[in-house]
DNA sequence: TTCCTGTTCTTTTTGGATAAAAGACATCTT
DNA sequence: AAGATGTCTTTTATCCAAAAAGAACAGGAA
């Protein structure tokens, strides 16, 4: 049946949102506590059921008073309050990029239902999600073949991503002056600037910040196409690096040092400038990222 | 439970193949059949159990025999003989082009599955696949929108299209002319003549050459990326012109001649002539799309 | 009126059951 | 030895049921 990690999730909500409450206070109504906790009234009705029994909170005729702030043991145990699905991408794309995973290999989804501890239709699900990303391949035989993040997945993938990053670069550089994402992109330079400024203690934050920066360039060029790609790259990315950690801050320094250029060249308004600092910044990507899956090989 | 679809297409392929062995004659084996027919050896003892039911073929010891030719009662009912993902595919997409689905509208499900006489899993599937595609999308409390086939779509499409086969003309020009694409190209052109030459009564194979020919461009340029680009244009076109019989033939009448063109570009190795004339064909293709799609609207 | 609550009905998510198909292995024939 | 067959195991496709979450509606309070 369903996971609650929806009812969980409000309710761990709603005793943060109860702890900067006075003792006494009338509580919100159920419509406004739904919008606030982004879910559904049913979902609120439950979570207030829940926290009369503990007697946090009281409904007193129409009211609904606080009796006392939440302690540690009113929450819920914050273990698994992950979408299975994510949950599932997680575990899969770790074994994908793990040593028990050899591209070519043939994947056996009853197995790794068993190894994750989740049904069989969720793998599937999965595999297909997966499927999507080029990371395996249905056979004719209705089997799943693993490929791996090999070599030319990789290749392909930053040949995309090129195909994209100028596009949009083009687009960048002829956009008005009164563009806002000429602002989103001063805002961005000044926080890779703090970003160096600290880099000691912050290096780690950069994998957001890139995934920012490379948002707002190709924001001006959207394309649902070419926007599953950067998804892609983001899981890869994300994945791959987790379970690499070597040389992360010297290979975040280059690539923050890279986007300034970058910026300098968008805001030159010169498309030959932008270009060559763009087409700099993603063959450093690619050639660190190749390394990186050679050495683990 | 499994639908038996394989099943059923082994044993009617079966009964085409024995319609052309003299009766009296030892059956292949096994293993032989099952690499005949593309399936399991399981899946070939349960057509030949069948079949020795039927009376068409005896087991004499090791070997088998065929007693009578086959007749049309012994195939089995060639309806529902397609693979449900398939057939589902065909009539959500069929449903979706229709007036019963208006872009932006919240999609349910379970009225789908009704619907369409299957279950809510196979829905599920089918909504998951076309998601990528771009014609739907899913909200935040797990619903999904229709997209539909809007404007938007088509342009987004075909940018990537042009993006993709700029790509592969770019590669296709600076091939050795001993590549095995300029023969495949020269063969692709006589087969555009072939049609041209009995136009009237083979214009509606163009849909099938025009496959052919943008795969043999963008075979010289592979990514998988823009793989499934080529995967959802097909099955746009397919299914959008299926409905929009229209000024088919006219619309056919001028691609062909464009591929030619385009062919010459190509053959010329004038990078310049081949992109230009590739150029034209997309736009050409982009605003019949477009027309009739405004026409539907 | 406008907004809140109680109630009921739908829709979605997820695991499990079951038939179909594939694959593995030992045995047997030629 | 090579290949075919009989038997058994594993894996996949598909539907169904139950829980969870969302949405709709009516009656009532502010």
Redesign the interface.
Known sequence: MKTNVIYRRAHNQSLDLLARQPVGEALPSEPALAALL?V?RTTVRAVLTALEALGIMATDGRQRRLLRLPCRDDYLDAAGLEPLPEMLERKFMAWMVGPDCRPGAVINGLDLARQFGVSS?AIR?CL??FS?F?LLERQ??GRWRALGLTID?VE??F??RE?MEF?AVDRFVALPSDHPAWEALAGIRAQHLALLDNFERRYRDFSELDHRFHRIVNGVA?????G??HG?MSVIFHYHYQWNKKDEKERNHVAALEHLAYIDGLESRDLGKARAASRLHLETARSTLLASIELAV
């Open positions: 982004g559904s239709s699900e297909n999600k999507h080029g004719s035989n997945f392909e993938l040949d995309m195909v596009r959207p394309n649902r196409f070419l599953n790609i892609v």
